[in-house]
């Protein structure tokens, strides 16, 4: 992915722009392209854990990106698409789960090397003032202080761009994205429901927002993205492959993950 130099965050190439008819002297079928590659490793999402409170969230030096937007911008039906699987973020969504971390471990199986963290989704009217403002500060507290979150990815729906919460959600961790600790990929999603005019525009007002986050550190990129044309997805699943540990890493992490589990098994034994 390349870096973004300010003032704007650059537009990400789009599926929906690439040309549709191969070079003429490209193989008809290329084995395994980058985008293939990068689908191929996304598919491998599965679920790991789930905790309504940040201090039950396990400690892992794995890269986590957080899946941030809010309620019914698309980030549950973006989270499947991406996993090609129809049900995958779906649990956060079982009454009770609503306002639950869940997390999904993505790589190959013994050795995973990212995490992706499901937030729960925001400005749900029906939802208390109480309740709302307490997962106000978890997702506050998540985006600050989480120590393995390498990026974000933030679903804002493309016919109504940034809303005050969102904007407000970008403070929670803008710090981090102006120092490039913590990268920001905005996807305008259910750009189906635009024409060529309107997607343009929806990128021109998210590339002015995003302005103030931009820095000569920072790594922000928008996405257009459709669930349902599956426009953006393989874009989606590059960008966040790029940001996954390196096998060395991953297997350290999956070793300490199984020594972990083996000593709670001995200390239950020995109780
Ligand atoms: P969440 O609350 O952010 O998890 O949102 P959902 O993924 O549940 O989506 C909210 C609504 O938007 C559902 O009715 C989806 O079917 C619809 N939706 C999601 N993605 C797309 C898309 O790419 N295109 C269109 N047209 N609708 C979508």
Redesign the pocket.
């Known amino acids: 992915m390349t870096r973004q130099t300010p003032p704007s965050a650059k537009p990400k190439r789009n599926a929906s722009v690439k040309p549709t008819s191969a070079p003429a002297q490209a193989p008809a079928t290329p084995a395994n392209t980058p985008e293939k590659e990068a689908l191929g490793w996304a598919h491998s999402a599965r679920f790991l854990t789930t905790a309504a409170q940040l201090h039950h969230l396990p400690t892992t030096e794995l890269p986590e990106v957080a899946f941030v937007?809010?309620?019914?911008?698309?980030?549950?039906?973006?989270?499947?698409?991406l996993a090609s699987q129809r049900q995958l973020?779906?649990a956060?969504?079982t009454p009770g789960r609503t306002q639950h971390i869940n997390l999904f471990s993505v790589g190959p199986k013994g050795a995973p090397n990212q995490i992706w963290a499901d937030l729960p989704?925001y400005g749900?009217a029906a939802v208390e003032r109480e309740a709302k403002l307490r997962w106000q500060k978890v997702m506050a507290d998540y985006l600050d202080v989480r120590r393995n979150l390498v990026g974000v990815v933030h679903?804002i729906d493309s016919r109504h761009g940034f809303t005050d919460l969102d904007l407000q959600l970008l403070e929670f961790v803008k710090r981090r994205i102006r120092s490039g600790e913590v990268k920001l990929l905005v996807l305008l999603?259910?750009?189906?429901?635009l024409n060529r005019k309107e997607a343009a525009e929806s990128m021109r007002a998210a590339q002015a927002q995003l302005a103030e986050v931009v820095t000569d550190e920072s790594d922000v990129g928008i996405v257009l993205?459709?669930?349902?044309?599956k426009?953006g997805v393989d874009d989606v699943a590059m960008a966040l492959k790029e940001w996954t540990a390196s096998d060395e890493l991953a297997q350290s992490c999956a070793l300490a993950a199984q020594q972990a589990l083996q000593e709670a098994e001995e200390d239950r034994l020995g109780e």
């Open positions: 937007g809010r309620s019914n911008a698309g980030k549950s039906t973006a989270i499947n698409t973020a779906f956060s969504k989704g749900y679903m999603t259910k750009s189906d429901k993205f459709s669930a349902l044309k426009v």
